[in-house]
């Protein structure tokens, strides 16, 4: 973690590790629930998740395709609802932290408005929860800034390449500055290069802000490279099979993966990923 | 803007009214080609006209005389082009604005009605349109009869309205007005409808996680998204209006606009009139497209190069 975000005692990663008292939950989920009523037979998506996530958290949830995680993740920002158990964010129901927006969500695709330029992209959030327009454009600035696209505030999506649209949508998330970013496979539909990119440069802004993350991948390294705990889902329905901390040093980068550590820590998110499978 | 981007988003509007240098030449090549054909076809249908009259003449003729004798009949069955041109000048440029023969008056009259109609029809095909996607109710119960509204021929409900609405006190431009706009609230209805709905659910979601209203997420995604489906339909109703009013000018035996002109030289044989009118209300048609093409092609402007 960088010193900018050290005296907040909470989100260093030192804590991750070893889970301490001070830190306050933001999700917490008992028992969760979620049955789809669609067709003919109900689909369980989601059976008896129980999870805290806490401030300043790094967490990945990564599973197999269509095992809940992209659903978990949509119960928390209140565009599903839980069928059964608890789930509060931030000490409220989930609807609750949607209308006090506590949360950037960011989807699989970067979801920019074409029409848009890039910058007035950013500050579509700013607009809808009535920012003035110097602070729109002074944010909106230093968000691109943030993500490396100051110099294309004044371009279209469609100008843009895949990676560069979904640092726009990044910005956008993070440009009214909330408690917790939802991030749902952001970077799946990139090439690998992009992605490492883009990795590098998620795991700065984390802490250089020290916001909240929940991440969902499927892909290991991904999850390891970034994560401070990697919570592990089985196949429908989504259970929670693990959750592992990772305790990697705080500047790590590309080259990390293939250090023992990170082999090690993959290793055991491949083998509880394997677990899950032996159960059906 | 440097004149290469212009020119850019110029080639990229797909528009029917690009008159660039690439777009002249293929438009003038197909007018020549239906010129030829229709001089060719005014020769065949006045023909046997023209030879009764040499013939009833005695004299003898040669072709020269007899083709020249089936291009300037007074009244042909088929019109040549020069004679609907003569015609056109001589009833817009030739006459006083307000004079009764005048193709400018009669194409205002005209005009005004089909341009109330078309705001008319437009205000009803947007309302429609953003109470069918925002009330499912609605959206069950007011398709079948927009859709079913087209299916009754407006030449037979036309009179019908003319007649009601006169009863009334509605006379004029108020039920000609009525019927464009029962006419070109079609295609913006229709487009609109696919156009509010044109947000993928996860730009929808997007709104739904800043917990934006319904009129936010209105304003700032389903109307811009809709400009696309809007202009076409748009241009389709503003054509569709000049029929209306022209078709709501004839069973009332109107005293003025194209659809009288149409009517008059129908009844005393006119056909060069009736021409006349038929090729004013195509100008006006393309005209007002035209226009609505440059409106588009602001929004274009203002949306980054694509609509």
């Given at each position: 973690m960088t010193p900018s975000a050290a005296p907040s005692t909470l989100g260093t990663r030192q804590h991750a590790a070893s889970p301490s008292p001070k830190r306050t939950p933001v999700v917490e989920a008992t028992d969760l629930g979620l049955v789809f009523q669609s067709g003919k037979q109900p689909i369980t998506a989601l059976s008896a998740v129980n999870l805290t996530i806490r401030r300043g958290d790094f967490v990945s949830l990564i599973?197999?395709?269509?095992?809940g995680k992209t659903t978990l993740l949509r119960a928390i920002a209140d565009l599903v609802k839980p069928t059964s158990g608890m789930l509060r964010i931030n000490g409220s129901t989930a609807e609750q932290a949607r209308l006090d927006r506590c949360y950037g969500y960011v989807f699989q695709a970067p979801a920019l408005y074409p029409w848009r330029s890039i910058e007035r992209n950013v500050m579509l959030p700013l607009e809808i929860m009535g920012k003035s327009r110097p602070e729109r454009l002074e944010r909106a600035q230093r968000y691109l800034a943030l993500v490396g696209l100051e110099s294309f505030g004044g371009k279209f999506p469609w100008q843009l390449s895949g990676g560069m649209q979904q640092r726009a949508s990044i910005a956008r998330a993070l440009s009214f500055e909330p408690d917790l970013l939802l991030m749902d496979e952001p970077f799946g539909a990139l090439d690998e290069i992009t992605r490492d990119n883009l990795n590098v440069h998620l795991l700065r802004l984390w802490a250089k802000t020290g916001i909240t993350v929940i991440f969902v991948t499927h892909s290991i390294p991904e999850a390891v490279f970034l994560s401070s705990r990697i919570v592990v889902m089985s196949p429908r329905p989504g259970r929670i099979l693990e959750v592992i901390d990772s305790d990697l040093p705080p500047d790590r980068d590309l080259d990390s993966r293939e250090t023992p550590e990170f082999l090690a820590i993959a290793h055991r998110v491949r083998v509880a990923l394997r677990a899950g499978h032996s159960y059906d | 803007m440097t004149d290469d981007t212009l020119a850019t988003a110029a080639i990229r509007l797909s528009s029917p009214l690009r008159f660039g240098a690439s777009t002249v030449l293929p438009v003038m090549a197909v007018g020549m080609v239906l010129l030829v054909i229709w001089y060719l076809a005014a020769i065949a249908l006045n023909g046997p006209r023209v030879t009764e009259a040499l013939n009833r003449g005695g004299q003898p003729y040669d072709n020269a005389t007899f083709i020249a004798a089936t291009w300037a009949?007074?009244?042909?069955v088929l019109p040549a082009p020069h004679q609907i041109a003569l015609e056109l000048w001589n009833t817009t440029i030739d006459k006083p604005v307000d004079s009764k023969r005048s193709l400018v008056f009669h194409g205002a009259v005209t005009l005004s009605a089909a341009l109330a109609g078309f705001v008319l029809g437009t205000v009803l095909g947007i309302v429609l349109a953003i109470g069918i996607v925002h009330v499912t109710t609605l959206d069950r119960s007011l398709m079948p009869w927009i859709v079913a509204s087209q299916t009754v021929p407006i030449l037979a409900i036309a009179p019908m309205i003319v007649v009601v609405l006169g009863n009334i006190g509605l006379t004029g431009l108020v039920p000609k007005a009525i019927i464009s706009a029962y006419l070109s609230f079609f295609p913006v209805a229709l487009g609109m409808v696919k156009g509010l709905r044109a947000p993928d659910p996860l730009q929808l979601d997007l709104m739904r996680t800043y917990s934006a209203t319904r009129t936010q997420t209105f304003n700032k995604l389903r109307w811009p998204a809709a400009m696309s489906f809007l202009f076409p339909g748009l241009k389709v109703a503003v054509a569709l209006s000049l029929v209306g009013a022209i078709i709501a000018e004839l069973p009332t035996g109107a005293q003025s606009g194209l659809g009288s002109r149409l009517l008059s030289g129908s009844y005393y044989g006119q056909t060069v009139q009736i021409w006349a009118a038929l090729v004013m209300a195509a100008i006006l048609a393309v005209t007002a497209i035209g226009v609505l093409s440059l409106i588009e092609r602001g929004v274009v402007m203002a949306r980054g190069g694509r609509l």
């Open positions: 599973g197999p395709s269509g095992c | 009949m007074e009244r042909p």
